[in-house]
């Protein structure tokens, strides 16, 4: 059975710094993995989606890199700005699943100071 | 942004109450999904639909039911609302299965 870990469940920066955010997952065979952000309360905004044929992904100041092989994906914050705080979650489509259902970890808390 | 809509958006309601949780997509995304959230816990899928009269169960059992008769349209229905009914619930909808999810603001339910 497919389960996603991200570590840490929380951090807090100060304004400016560069961070990773770390999704493990259980299961090498995955069809794609994709990173959301979640703001208190609120619904989940895509960040960017990985398929399971790339190794990396950009977005502006966001980056998510992804080894099947170990089972890892990270997502790279550059330059932090108060307004980056909010709930940051993985989530993977494993290979045999044919119904796009995603599988979330639990989600790192996120807090930049200014 | 993605365009995928949910009310109402926050739900107060007594016990036993039958309550009908309504999700519109404008993009004609076959497929569609309904997640469901408790606090601080992880995101897991009640229900999901591949297209227009296919709706299946997901992996977290639910006493919820859904319908899809329109392609748009993705309502959740629970008959009997009951206090650990009280959660969030989040739709979403792709393109195809394994393509990038969009979802909506959710619904936050409180059962009394």
């Known amino acids: 059975k497919q389960e996603v870990t991200q570590i840490p469940a929380a951090l807090s920066v100060p304004e400016g710094e560069n961070l990773v955010l770390n999704c493990s997952f259980t299961d090498s065979a995955i069809y794609n993995l994709q990173w959301f952000r979640q703001d208190p309360g609120k619904g989940l905004t895509s960040l960017l989606l990985?398929?399971?044929s790339q190794r990396e992904q950009t977005s502006g100041r966001l980056n998510a890199s992804l080894d099947k092989s170990s089972g890892r994906s990270t997502l790279y914050i550059a330059a932090s700005q108060p307004?980056?705080?909010a709930t940051y979650l993985c989530a993977v489509i494993p290979m045999d699943n044919q119904g796009g259902k995603l599988i979330f970890g639990q989600g790192t808390e996120l807090s930049v100071k200014p | 942004?993605?365009?995928?809509?949910?009310?109402?958006?926050?739900?107060?309601i007594g016990t036993g109450k039958k309550i009908t949780l309504e999700c519109s997509q404008t993009m004609g995304h076959d497929k569609m999904y309904w997640y469901q959230q408790d606090p601080g816990m992880e995101l897991h899928l009640i229900h999901y639909s591949y297209g227009v009269n296919s709706t299946e169960k997901g992996d977290l059992s639910s006493e919820s039911t859904v319908s899809r008769i329109r392609t748009e349209h993705f309502p959740l229905t629970l008959e009997s609302a009951r206090p650990s009914h009280t959660s969030q619930y989040l739709c979403a909808s792709s393109e195809y299965s394994g393509t990038e999810q969009f979802f909506g603001p959710g619904t936050r339910l409180t059962v009394l």
Request: aromatic content about 12%; hydrophobic content about 30%.
């Open chain 1, 50 to 52: 990985i398929q399971s």
């Open chain 1, 83 to 85: 307004g980056d705080s």
């Open chain 2, 1 to 12: 942004e993605a365009d995928i809509y949910q009310t109402p958006r926050y739900l107060v």
